[in-house]
């Protein structure tokens, strides 16, 4: 992962020093709110840490809510962050306690969206460390190449392995995003519990959003 600079991280410490409010969820497309900021999106499979890294990145327990059983995130909730950039957390894709008719309309609602939405500057592909990419995650990030869409993949929970086995997944994942034409070449390591990689992500979207409003 290249290192930010100071000013990087500083940009992003007092971007996300400022509010950030939910705004809605969406069980439908029609219900998306208009598109008028810069737009961030946090994917992932079901249980990976979407929410928790979200509240992290805050510094709020609540804001995005999480859950110990997975698919639990069935919309996707939209969360304003200084009225400079949206953040959308999408439902888990994967396993899900719910009937499969349901998993293949949210499946489906997702991927419409994020091929459709205009102001979407970099979608967030969280893969949890302990078990790297799996074959759903690789079928995601074909689509986000097919819809030419900007992604970006973060390694999440990286505090629950030791150094060398993290070393060997980011690796291995550098090795294959070299074969896809739409990711953004740098992985972020991150740690919701323990703040590994928060300054930096935060220094990432900040560069994706909107500029501090003057006055």
């Given at each position: 992962m290249?290192?930010?600079?100071?000013?990087?991280?500083?940009k992003g410490r007092l971007l996300f020093a400022r509010q950030c409010n939910f705004v809605l969820s969406c069980a439908q497309l029609s219900q998306v709110p208009d598109d008028k900021l810069p737009e961030v999106a946090f994917a992932g499979r079901s249980n990976v840490g979407k929410s928790s890294l979200i509240n992290a990145l805050v510094s709020m327990k609540a804001l995005a809510r999480t859950s110990k059983t997975p698919g639990r995130t069935q919309q996707i909730n939209f969360f304003n962050l200084d009225h400079?950039?949206?953040i959308a957390d999408l439902p888990g894709y994967g396993y899900a306690?719910?009937?499969?008719?349901?998993?293949?309309?949210?499946?489906?609602?997702?991927?419409?969206?994020?091929?459709?939405?205009?102001?979407?500057?970099?979608v967030f592909v969280?893969?949890?460390?302990?078990?790297?990419?799996?074959?759903?995650?690789?079928?995601?990030?074909?689509?986000?190449?097919?819809?030419?869409?900007?992604y970006q993949i973060i390694l999440t929970k990286c505090d629950k392995l030791?150094?060398?086995?993290?070393?060997?997944?980011?690796?291995?994942?550098?090795?294959?995003?070299?074969?896809?034409?739409?990711?953004h070449p740098e992985i972020v390591l991150t740690?919701?519990?323990?703040?590994?990689?928060?300054?930096?992500l935060r220094a990432e979207m900040a560069m994706l959003a909107n500029p501090p409003h003057l006055g």
């Amino acid at each position: 992962m290249a290192e930010r600079s100071r000013e990087e991280i500083e940009k992003g410490r007092l971007l996300f020093a400022r509010q950030c409010n939910f705004v809605l969820s969406c069980a439908q497309l029609s219900q998306v709110p208009d598109d008028k900021l810069p737009e961030v999106a946090f994917a992932g499979r079901s249980n990976v840490g979407k929410s928790s890294l979200i509240n992290a990145l805050v510094s709020m327990k609540a804001l995005a809510r999480t859950s110990k059983t997975p698919g639990r995130t069935q919309q996707i909730n939209f969360f304003n962050l200084d009225h400079r950039l949206m953040i959308a957390d999408l439902p888990g894709y994967g396993y899900a306690r719910a009937p499969k008719r349901r998993i293949q309309e949210w499946n489906g609602m997702v991927e419409t969206y994020l091929k459709g939405r205009v102001s979407m500057r970099r979608v967030f592909v969280l893969i949890d460390t302990r078990r790297g990419l799996k074959e759903m995650d690789r079928t995601i990030l074909k689509m986000l190449d097919a819809a030419a869409q900007s992604y970006q993949i973060i390694l999440t929970k990286c505090d629950k392995l030791k150094r060398g086995p993290v070393s060997v997944v980011y690796q291995d994942i550098c090795g294959e995003l070299t074969t896809h034409g739409a990711a953004h070449p740098e992985i972020v390591l991150t740690s919701a519990h323990k703040g590994h990689g928060l300054a930096e992500l935060r220094a990432e979207m900040a560069m994706l959003a909107n500029p501090p409003h003057l006055g």
